[in-house]
């Protein structure tokens, strides 16, 4: 895990001593409402419907135990006793004292965290496969990369008032975990025909109200032109990008405006002058310093006995349920990546309780090397457990209720924190995702269904990722009253696609009638082993429209 060097502290140190000031300044009443809005976005601080909001940054999703404790106890003192996970890798503070946030960040910058740039208009955190570094069919970690972004981003003086906020995500497998197609610049890390690794580069993704699959400008960059080709990405956003209209601000609107190949030529033209003028190539050197931050730990080379494990597979049905549902590959023999459920019955998705947070210290603590990672899909993760130790953790992850074994299946909803908090939202989320976790939790008709996302908004912002659900559900207000739009048939892995929409919007008091009208559907037409998603794509939505609106 990457260290922060004397630079990197006392950047962060300055940074909250600086907004200390701001905030004494503004409650003081020398700042207005408006000169302290841009600072606390800045800082990553919201004003939402209740309490202020407070967002902070975790770069690539990487989380130490020492941070985790912190996050626990910042809970516990400064909050009403949890935090939320969200869709970005990161962690919310949802009931902060506004005085006090300065506090909260002096606490975050004792662990090496922070919130600078976790909003505002500006290179917000960079996200990763949470699985990066172990897995088997990786062609390099690609969290060094991240990291190399994340130096170059923060407090970059070109890039703090872009024409709205901007999102980087790299991956480095065929399996996209990480929507790199759904940001202003998705990379991938790949091989050309020499056996080289360079970075595939995409361009104008992005969700929210106007949803756009990002688009190939490069399919081949050398690794060490990485910034230089990035600066000349951003430098033609920020000149040309539309500031007169917020709704139409980001770099997907400007890609299609100009057409991709006008776009890429304009940035090709801007890279040749960095090139030539700036010299921003990124020398060997400092990617071997990064590169070693992410040294693989002390894996044994005798993880255990696989009899063992058979045994208490055969004998223990729950166990060999959350086994198959809530753990993944691993590229060292002998260890398995875990999933831990943020997705039990009746908890609001990506929710932790303080509690919680320090149990699971002490469990990565001894099980994980001291390491977890967040996920884009709100939950948790040790990616790297012995396979000898994993009926001893499932226990004591049951015991704190985090083994729901329901990863990948419909309850484990991704869902906004919608009118419960947010002064954006025009409808409720998180009754309407417990309503559904309730209404379908047998675990047999679960697996049955097999692998089915729910994605679930309350607002056009779409900050949980609606737009590419297998199942998309996005909150509308006529008239004051809750009303949910349907997709069907989106993506955001490497089969990245846009969901259908269903037909007119449906009441909140049937939105859980009408997912089970699609599923009692799906049931029906699907051919043997059949995806739900590859039955969507063959049928198209009209026998799930006809099903919905039958009445």
């Given at each position: ?170 991956t480095a497998t065929q399996k996209d975990r990480a929507a790199t197609q759904l940001h202003d610049i998705g990379l991938h ?157 009746g908890c609001p998705p990506g929710d932790v309780t303080e509690k919680q947070l320090d149990a699971i210290a002490d469990l ?169 998603l590859q039955t969507v794509r063959r049928t198209g939505v009209q026998p799930f429209k006809e099903k919905v609106y039958a009445?």
């Open positions: 895990m990457y260290q922060y060097d004397q630079y990197d502290q006392t950047l962060v140190e300055e940074r909250v001593q600086q907004y200390r000031s701001q905030t004494k300044r503004y409650l003081d009443g020398d700042l207005t409402d408006e000169q302290f809005r841009s600072l606390r976005l800045m800082n990553g601080l919201y004003i939402q419907t209740h309490a202020p909001l407070l967002r902070v940054s975790v770069p690539y999703g990487l989380i130490s135990t020492r941070q985790l404790r912190k996050l626990a106890s910042i809970a516990r003192d400064y909050d009403k006793g949890y935090v939320h996970f969200t869709t970005r890798q990161n962690v919310q503070f949802n009931w902060p004292e506004l005085e006090k946030v300065p506090d909260i960040l002096a606490e975050l910058a004792s662990v090496q965290m922070q919130s600078i740039q976790s909003s505002g208009n500006c290179i917000r955190n960079v996200t990763s496969d949470h699985f990066a570094g172990i897995c088997p069919d990786e062609v390099e970690d690609p969290r060094p990369w991240c990291e190399i972004i994340r130096q170059w981003s923060t407090f970059h003086p070109e890039f703090t008032w872009l024409p709205r906020k901007f999102k980087i995500a790299v890390l790949v091989k050309n025909g020499q056996g080289d690794v360079g970075f595939e580069v995409l361009v104008g993704g992005g969700l929210g109200r106007t949803p756009v699959i990002g688009k190939l400008i490069r399919p081949f960059l050398e690794k060490e032109e990485l910034l230089a080709y990035l600066e000349a990405i951003l430098r033609v956003y920020n000149r040309f990008g539309r500031r007169d209209n917020k709704y139409k601000a980001r770099i997907k609107i400007l890609v299609n405006a100009l057409g991709v190949d006008t776009f890429r030529e304009m940035v090709e033209t801007e890279w040749a002058l960095i090139r030539q003028e700036e010299q921003l190539e990124i020398p060997q050197h400092e990617i071997d310093r990064i590169q070693a931050c992410f040294a693989p730990p002390a894996y044994k080379a005798d993880s255990g006995n696989s009899a063992e494990l058979e045994t208490q597979l055969a004998e223990n049905r729950a166990f060999s349920n959350w086994f198959k549902q809530n753990t993944s590959e691993h590229k060292v023999a002998g260890y398995k990546a875990v999933i831990l459920s943020l997705k039990a019955r990565a603590d001894r099980y994980s090397f001291g390491l977890l990672r967040s996920l884009h899909s709100q939950n948790l993760a040790f990616t790297d457990v012995q396979e000898s130790e994993l009926f001893g953790l499932w226990q004591e992850l049951e015991a704190l209720n985090l083994a729901t074994a329901n990863i990948g299946t419909l309850t484990d909803i991704i869902c906004c924190p919608g009118l419960d908090f947010c002064s954006l939202a025009n409808a409720s989320s998180i009754p309407i995702a417990k309503e559904i976790s309730e209404r379908f939790d047998d675990i047999d008709y679960l697996y049955d269904l097999g692998e089915i996302n729910i994605k679930l908004s309350g607002c056009m912002n779409g900050c949980a990722h609606q737009s590419v659900g297998h199942i998309g559900i996005l909150g509308v207000d006529k008239k004051g009253v809750e009303w949910y739009q349907i997709t069907l048939g989106g993506s955001s892995e490497e089969d990245a696609a846009l969901g259908a929409r269903l037909g007119p919007a449906v009441s909140k008091a049937d939105i859980t009638d009408a997912i089970g009208k699609i599923l009692d559907t799906y049931i029906d037409l699907r051919l043997e082993q059949e995806p739900f009445d």
